[in-house]
C-alpha cells in the first residue's frame, strides 16, 4: 500500500525564506507617504522592527531564519503534503490532486509561519507589547501564541462580525493570554468614529488595522504586527512552497496548478512563489506552471479592483500601497470566509497578476462550501471557509482533467482547518448561507475617491 502523505524531518525545516523580489521582472513600486513621495524607512520605525523593516524593503533572493524561529517552528512543521487519493476517486477524475496542510499549527493555520518570526523580531529589538488586527480570528490566535512563546503582551482588534460568529476564536487567543476586543471599538480614535456614523457596523480588516496601527503609533513600548499583505508577510510564508518543492522532489512529481485562497495573499504566495522562482530560474518542469489565487465574489480586490496606489488601511495611516484594490472603505458581506475580506490584495501579488505571471478567479459562497463538504467527506479534514475556496478551484480543474483526460498535477494550500467554523457550516447545512453579488456601483464610487498618484 502506497503512502498518502508525503512527510519531511525536522532537520529539513527550510534555513532561508525566499524572496521574489530578486526575481521580478522590474521592481516593485515603492509604498508612499500621504503627500505622493516614496515613503522611507523611518516612516514605518514608529510600528515595525528594524529587521522587519529591512525584509519589507529587501531585494535579496534569499534571508536566513534564525535558528530560535526555526525551533518553534518544529512544534508544527514540516506540515504533510498529502495526495488526496479518496477526492480523486470520487470525481473520477485522471488528476493528481495533492494539498499542503497548514492547520496542523496550533492555531489552525498557516498564520504562524510569520506570527512567529514578528514576534521574535520585535522581542529581539526590546519591545514588550504587540497590537494587531484578526478578521477571522487566526492571525489574532497566531500572534497570541507567537507573543506567549516569546513573552510579548498582545492586543487584538477582531472584526465585529468574527467576534460575534466566533466566541472560541476569541478564547483561543484569550487561552494564550492575549486580550482581545470588538472592532470598532471605543478604544480608539478611529474605533470611536465609525460606530458614531455607522453603530451597526459588521466592522472590517480594514477598520480594524487601523485601531491597530493608532495604538501602536501611540505607544512607545508597543509595535504593530500585520498577518497579511506586506512583503515581508509573503516571505515568511514561502516556507509552505519551499517544503512542499522537497516534497514533490521526494517523489519524483511537479505541480502543474497551484490554487490558494487569496485574501491578503499570503497563503497564495507562500505556496506559490518559491515555483515560480524556479520559473525564473529557468526550470524547464515549471514552464507551463499555473498558479491561480481564488477570491470571493462578493470582495474580488485582483478579478474587479483597481491597479492603483491606495491605503492598506479605512483611515488612511498606513502609507499606500500600488495593489489591485475596491477602495479602502469597502466594507464587504459578512461571508464566512472572515479572512479574504480585505479590500486589496499583497501588491507583490498584484504586480505579478499585472504583468500575467499568476492567474486569479473569483468564486461565491455557496460553491465553495459545496467543494469543502466534498472534500471533508473524502479526505476527512473539515477546511475553513477560507481554504474550501482553493477546494472549489482544485475540483474544477480535476474536472476539467476528467473531460480532457489529463493527467495533471494539482497541488491546493489547505491554509486552514475549520473546526471554529462550524457555525458557518451549520448556516451552508440548514440553507441559511447566501450568496452575496458584488457591488459594483458602490465600489466605482469608492475607487473614484481615491488619490491619484504614480
Ligand atoms: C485559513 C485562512 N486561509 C487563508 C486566509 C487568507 O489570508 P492570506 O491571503 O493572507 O493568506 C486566511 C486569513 O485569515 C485564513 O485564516
Known amino acids: 500500500m502506497e503512502s498518502t502523505r508525503i512527510l519531511l524531518e525536522a532537520h529539513e525545516i527550510p534555513t532561508h525564506w525566499y524572496n521574489i523580489v530578486a526575481d521580478l521582472p522590474s521592481p516593485p513600486a515603492p509604498p508612499m507617504a500621504p503627500d505622493g513621495t516614496p515613503a522611507k524607512p523611518e516612516q514605518f520605525a514608529a510600528i515595525f522592527p528594524p529587521a522587519i523593516i529591512e525584509q519589507e524593503m529587501s531585494a535579496e533572493r534569499w534571508i536566513e531564519i534564525p535558528q530560535e524561529v526555526r525551533e518553534i517552528f518544529r512544534l508544527w512543521r514540516p506540515s504533510p503534503l498529502i495526495r488526496a487519493v479518496r477526492l480523486e476517486t470520487a470525481l473520477g477524475t485522471p488528476a493528481k490532486i495533492f494539498f499542503k496542510y497548514e492547520g496542523v499549527s496550533p492555531a489552525g493555520s498557516h498564520k504562524p509561519n510569520s506570527a512567529v518570526p514578528q514576534a521574535y523580531f520585535n522581542k529581539q529589538a526590546g519591545i514588550g507589547r504587540l497590537s494587531t488586527e484578526t478578521g477571522a480570528g487566526q492571525w489574532g490566535s497566531s500572534l497570541a501564541l507567537a507573543g506567549q512563546l516569546f513573552g510579548l503582551e498582545v492586543r487584538v482588534y477582531m472584526v465585529r462580525v468574527s467576534y460575534e460568529q ?4 476569541r478564547l483561543m487567543m484569550q487561552t494564550w493570554g492575549a486580550e482581545v476586543f470588538s472592532s470598532p471599538s471605543n478604544l480608539t480614535r478611529t474605533g470611536r468614529e465609525a460606530l458614531a456614523e455607522t453603530p451597526e457596523t459588521p466592522g472590517s480588516l480594514g477598520l480594524a488595522i487601523s485601531e491597530a496601527v493608532e495604538e501602536a503609533a501611540g505607544r512607545a513600548d508597543t509595535n504593530y504586527a500585520l498577518g497579511s499583505v ?12 519551499l517544503e512542499a518543492k522537497k516534497q514533490f522532489d521526494k517523489i519524483g512529481l511537479y505541480p502543474d496548478i497551484i490554487i490558494a485562497p487569496c485574501g491578503g495573499g499570503t497563503s497564495f504566495g507562500g505556496i506559490a512563489l518559491p515555483f515560480l522562482g524556479d520559473q525564473a530560474a529557468g526550470d524547464k518542469r515549471a514552464e507551463k506552471l499555473r498558479a491561480i489565487a481564488v477570491e470571493p465574489s462578493s470582495c474580488p480586490s485582483l478579478t474587479k479592483g483597481l491597479y492603483t496606489y491606495d491605503f492598506g488601511d479605512s483611515s488612511g495611516f498606513t502609507p499606500m500601497m500600488k495593489m489591485y484594490t475596491l477602495g479602502h472603505d469597502f466594507i ?24 500575467a505571471l499568476i492567474e486569479a478567479v473569483a468564486v461565491p459562497q455557496l460553491a465553495t462550501f459545496e467543494a469543502g463538504v466534498k472534500f471533508a467527506r473524502c479526505e476527512g479534514i473539515i477546511p475553513a471557509p477560507e481554504s474550501c475556496h482553493a477546494i472549489r478551484v482544485a475540483i474544477d480543474e480535476a474536472l476539467e482533467c476528467k473531460q480532457t483526460g489529463e493527467e495533471k498535477v494539482i497541488l491546493f494550500n489547505l491554509t486552514g482547518h475549520g473546526h471554529f467554523d462550524m457555525n458557518s457550516f451549520e448556516r451552508y447545512f440548514s440553507g441559511a448561507l447566501e450568496d452575496y453579488a458584488y457591488p459594483a456601483g458602490e465600489v466605482q464610487k469608492l475607487l473614484a475617491k481615491l488619490p491619484k498618484i504614480g
Open 166 to 169: 466566533k466566541p472560541y476564536r
Open 230 to 241: 506586506l512583503n515581508h508577510v509573503v516571505m515568511h510564508q514561502s516556507i509552505i512552497g
Open 332 to 355: 464587504p458581506p459578512g461571508i464566512h470566509a472572515g479572512g479574504l475580506r480585505y479590500h486589496g490584495c499583497s501588491p507583490l501579488l498584484s504586480q505579478l497578476y499585472r504583468e
